[in-house]
């Protein structure tokens, strides 16, 4: 009887298993999609060919619907914005994981309406194989159109009020705590917040570690400063926050670019650091090296952002139901606190 027993056919997953490629570079080779090179083409082939594969034609129509590209869409007007190193790197590490599945990366802003009208486009027509989204304000309607498109869509950061279904966030609240407690353990006692802002869910994320980190010495939280992730937002609030709060003697910085402008305020108003105050970043971005002194830091996982962006796009793509995921941050000791 065993030996008369049907076959098993070869999954999609075992030919792209034997060729040497990924699920997807698999799947777009068997359907004459674009941009899968010669070399990949011929080596699914050749497994096909060896396994005896067969392909389902469910699979196979929708998979001719392929554009050979994802977006990453950013909720930000200026173009330079791509420049900033915590979205360079985001893009290097989005970059190099559609790369390995044969798949080119569009950059998108979508804060203004002209941007806003070009994402919508894009969803409504398919434009791409999917679109990731970060960078989301309060009520921002790029959520709404996420929700109503009809094709995969990953958030890179949670939107503020929602939990999205497939999205990649790393730990904000649990590393502005580990900063908090940093300075506490070193005997500062008025230690106080530069907030990204306060319509993103990073900036209020950090802002509650922050808070608990405080409750969880006995120690009063003062009320969050507001910054935009820039230098001269973080020199501004620093100034106002030295003028209300002049004993204050730790500083959380919600980025290091917050933090950098926060050192050079407090070099301007004689205040010495670490001696009077201590400064702690978030992001470990090059700046953080090169401060004068060297930037204590939450470390997040940038380049794993991205990456782990693309994968998770890939796997819906490819009909997968992947998990959302939070990547864990460490905190760097340097010179500032």
Same mark, same amino acid.
């Given at each position: 009887?065993?030996?008369?027993?049907?076959?098993?056919?070869?999954?999609?997953? *075992?030919?792209?298993?034997?060729?040497?490629?990924?699920?997807?570079?698999?799947?777009?080779?068997?359907?004459?999609?674009?941009?899968?090179?010669?070399?990949?083409?011929?080596?699914?082939?050749? $497994?096909?060919?060896?396994?005896?594969?067969?392909?389902?034609?469910?699979?196979?129509?929708?998979?001719?619907?392929?554009?050979? #590209?994802?977006?990453?869409?950013?909720?930000?007007?200026?173009?330079?914005?791509?420049?900033?190193?915590?979205?360079?790197?985001?893009?290097?590490?989005?970059?190099?994981?559609?790369?390995?599945?044969?798949?080119?990366?569009?950059?998108?802003?979508?804060?203004?309406?002209?941007?806003?009208?070009?994402?919508?486009?894009?969803?409504?027509?398919?434009?791409?194989?999917?679109?990731?989204?970060?960078?989301?304000?309060?009520?921002?309607?790029?959520?709404?159109? #996420?929700?109503?498109?009809?094709?995969?869509?990953?958030?890179?950061?949670?939107?503020?009020?929602?939990?999205?279904?497939?999205?990649?966030?790393?730990?904000?609240?649990?590393?502005?705590?580990?900063?908090?407690?940093?300075?506490?353990?070193?005997?500062?006692?008025?230690?106080?917040?530069?907030?990204?802002?306060?319509?993103? *869910?990073?900036?209020?994320?950090?802002?509650?570690?922050?808070?608990?980190?405080?409750?969880?010495?006995?120690?009063?939280?003062?009320?969050?400063?507001?910054?935009?992730?820039?230098?001269?937002?973080?020199?501004?609030?620093?100034?106002?926050?030295?003028?209300?709060?002049?004993?204050?003697?730790?500083?959380?910085?919600?980025?290091?670019?917050? #933090?950098?402008?926060?050192?050079?305020?407090?070099?301007?108003?004689?205040?010495?650091?670490? #001696?009077?105050?201590?400064?702690?970043?978030?992001?470990?971005?090059?700046?953080?090296?090169?401060?004068?002194?060297?930037?204590?830091?939450?470390?997040?996982?940038? *380049? $794993?952002?991205?990456? *782990?962006?693309?994968?998770?796009?890939?796997?819906?793509?490819?009909?997968?139901?992947?998990?959302?995921?939070?990547?864990?941050?460490?905190?760097?000791?340097?010179?500032?606190?």
């Amino acid at each position: 009887m065993a030996a008369n027993a049907p076959r098993r056919q070869p999954t999609l997953d *075992e030919v792209a298993e034997h060729a040497g490629v990924s699920r997807s570079v698999a799947s777009r080779a068997l359907n004459n999609a674009p941009h899968v090179s010669r070399a990949k083409r011929e080596a699914v082939e050749r $497994a096909v060919r060896q396994l005896g594969y067969v392909p389902n034609s469910t699979a196979r129509a929708l998979a001719t619907r392929q554009t050979g #590209a994802a977006a990453l869409v950013v909720s930000g007007e200026d173009p330079s914005i791509f420049a900033d190193p915590f979205f360079a790197r985001v893009i290097v590490g989005a970059s190099a994981a559609l790369e390995e599945a044969d798949l080119h990366l569009m950059l998108c802003l979508a804060a203004s309406d002209r941007g806003r009208k070009r994402v919508a486009e894009l969803l409504r027509s398919r434009g791409a194989d999917g679109v990731m989204l970060m960078a989301l304000r309060e009520d921002d309607p790029l959520t709404r159109m #996420a929700e109503e498109a009809r094709m995969p869509v990953v958030f890179g950061g949670r939107p503020v009020g929602s939990v999205p279904r497939w999205y990649v966030d790393v730990d904000n609240v649990g590393g502005a705590r580990a900063a908090t407690e940093h300075m506490v353990s070193r005997g500062r006692t008025r230690v106080a917040a530069i907030c990204g802002r306060l319509d993103t *869910e990073a900036g209020r994320a950090r802002y509650r570690g922050y808070r608990d980190g405080m409750l969880a010495a006995g120690l009063e939280p003062l009320p969050p400063w507001e910054g935009d992730f820039t230098e001269p937002s973080g020199a501004a609030a620093m100034a106002a926050l030295l003028a209300r709060h002049p004993d204050v003697d730790g500083v959380f910085a919600a980025s290091d670019n917050m #933090a950098a402008g926060a050192l050079r305020t407090l070099r301007t108003a004689g205040r010495r650091v670490p #001696a009077d105050v201590a400064v702690v970043g978030f992001d470990d971005l090059a700046v953080a090296q090169i401060a004068d002194p060297p930037l204590t830091t939450v470390q997040q996982p940038i *380049e $794993a952002l991205g990456r *782990e962006m693309a994968r998770m796009l890939l796997a819906l793509v490819d009909g997968q139901d992947p998990t959302a995921l939070l990547l864990p941050t460490r905190l760097v000791v340097r010179s500032s606190a």
